[in-house]
């Protein structure tokens, strides 16, 4: 049994590592720190492992297990809890749905304007937000974090308009 769960867990690593290295980096941006991190999620994986009954797609699941890991590994003030974004022109159009905002201000300017924007949202809006650069669609997004479709849809909504009004400005 333990020979299978070993397999079993390292098929799901395999195939999940990119997922768990983006979840990671959303939330520390220091190497030694995203390594602690990354692998606190995998302890956390092989712990709940026996518990995934495949109730929600087995990306769902570890999406869900990597945020909740990250939030707890950020410590106990969540509201400090930073999230890093990569420095590039498609996190800008992820989450701002804009495409000519390239021509309004330099790339680095709102990259930067964007991270600290980012980083004054909710914990629970941090988490929304790092689910959308991962490209998840809306079910997905609310089975990791709990909350309903139409509510997940919304909120990601409002942040992004907040986020354009903050960059904008």
């Given at each position: ?39 606190e999620v995998l302890v956390n994986i ?37 999230l890093y974004i990569d420095r590039d ?39 929304l937000m790092s689910l959308v650069l ?36």
């Amino acid at each position: 049994m333990s020979d299978q769960k070993e397999i079993r867990f390292k098929h799901i690593i395999e195939e999940n590592t990119n997922r768990i290295n983006s979840i990671c980096r959303y939330y520390c941006k220091n190497a030694e720190d995203h390594k602690d991190m990354y692998q606190e999620v995998l302890v956390n994986i092989w712990k709940s492992l026996d518990k995934f009954k495949g109730e929600s797609a087995i990306s769902t699941w570890i999406y869900r297990i990597a945020v909740n890991t990250s939030l707890s590994f950020s410590g106990k003030t969540y509201r400090n809890t930073k999230l890093y974004i990569d420095r590039d022109l498609q996190s800008i159009n992820i989450l701002l749905d804009e495409d000519d905002l390239e021509q309004k201000r330099t790339t680095e300017y709102q990259l930067e304007q964007l991270e600290i924007s980012l980083n004054l949202l909710s914990v629970i809006d941090k988490a929304l937000m790092s689910l959308v650069l991962e490209g998840l669609p809306i079910r997905e997004i609310a089975d990791v974090v709990g909350l309903t479709e139409p509510n997940v849809k919304v909120k990601i909504h409002r942040i992004k308009e907040q986020l354009k009004q903050l960059i904008i400005c």
